[in-house]
């Protein structure tokens, strides 16, 4: 009988390459939010019961960090008790759950010549991070087996993210200000669904032979370290070296009107949400576990610029 692999958040950044990567593994069912809305618990519940995979992978989530601080239940039902409710069945049955996190789980305020291992304290400093938090928290308690992916300023070249607010916004303006005090590794969507797929082959293989599943908490970020501002520069570089292919990619051809960035800090750029100074995490336990090495940040920039224009 082949493997029964859930995933669910279909259409988002991470699933949408999710469900085209986890296909060598077995039968695959991915699930948009108009078949799966995770702020309907009881649907959550009945969804799991109903398909019955033997491994869940959730990669659906409330990610609108600003909004989140206006509306804390609805963020804390989609990324907390949901995924708790998934963990509980699973739990009967001994299925697998692969669950995203986020480094949004602590304060930031870790010197920045080092990084967040998975056995640092947490802190969030905002509803989204807290929820997040409390998330993995009730997949812990649910005594499932489980393992829960902490990423970082995850990037991709379709839906909502900061690669395609920079480009619009460099199409519209003359210059980009951009917070430079904020430290990250942004990490490509497609990286992240690889990534994933060859975690849980390697899980499957030692459960073949031992029975069991490798559990727990792993980091999952890019390598290397740069700053939003940084982090813009390089995507309209990347950009203007892919519009100078000769193909015609919609909104990957038109020019930029923007030609450079200022650099400002968190205090000239106020939001609703506090963000963490540093967002770095730590890859060692994800390379020795599972031998799993994340590529720099800029070459997963250009990689998905390049895929972008193809």
């Known amino acids: 009988m082949s493997l029964r692999l859930l995933i669910t958040g279909a259409n988002g950044q991470v699933g949408w390459n999710l469900e085209r990567t986890l296909g060598p593994l077995g039968d695959v069912t991915a699930l948009e939010r108009e078949q799966l809305d995770l702020s309907n618990l009881d649907q959550v519940t009945q969804v799991v019961r109903d398909l019955k995979p033997d491994i869940l992978i959730n990669a659906a989530a409330y990610t609108a960090v600003d909004k989140a601080e206006s509306e804390p239940q609805l963020a804390r039902t989609i990324n907390a008790e949901a995924p708790g409710r998934m963990a509980q069945e699973l739990a009967k049955s001994g299925a697998l759950m692969v669950h995203y996190s986020t480094d949004y789980v602590f304060d930031g305020a870790k010197p920045l010549d080092s990084s967040y291992t998975e056995d640092d304290v947490t802190a969030p400093l905002n509803v989204y991070g807290q929820t997040k938090l409390d998330g993995e928290q009730a997949i812990l308690e649910s005594g499932c087996p489980y393992i829960i992916l902490r990423s970082t300023w995850v990037f991709d070249i379709r839906g909502k993210n900061f690669l395609r607010t920079v480009l619009r916004l460099a199409r519209e303006r003359d210059e980009l200000r951009m917070v430079s005090d904020q430290y990250g590794a942004p990490t490509w969507a497609r990286s992240i669904a690889e ?70 800090t968190s205090d000239q750029y106020q939001t609703p949400a506090r963000r963490p100074r540093n967002s770095l995490l730590s890859n060692a336990k994800v390379l020795e576990v599972f031998g799993v090495k994340m590529p720099d940040w800029r070459e997963q920039l250009r990689l998905a610029m390049q895929d972008a224009i193809r």
């Not at 599943?213 to 570089?237: D, H, P, Q, R, V």
């Not at 193909?247 to 990957?252: N, P, S």
Request: aromatic share 10%; proline share 3%.
């Open 195 to 264: 990534a994933t797929t060859i975690i849980l082959a390697r899980t499957l293989a030692h459960r073949g032979e031992s029975k069991e599943w490798i559990t727990g908490l792993f980091n999952l970020s890019a390598a290397g370290k740069t700053s939003w501002a940084e982090f813009a520069e390089a995507i309209m570089s990347e950009y203007d070296d892919c519009c100078s292919w000769p193909a015609d990619t919609g909104e990957f051809s038109a020019p930029l009107k923007a030609r450079q960035v200022v650099h400002i």
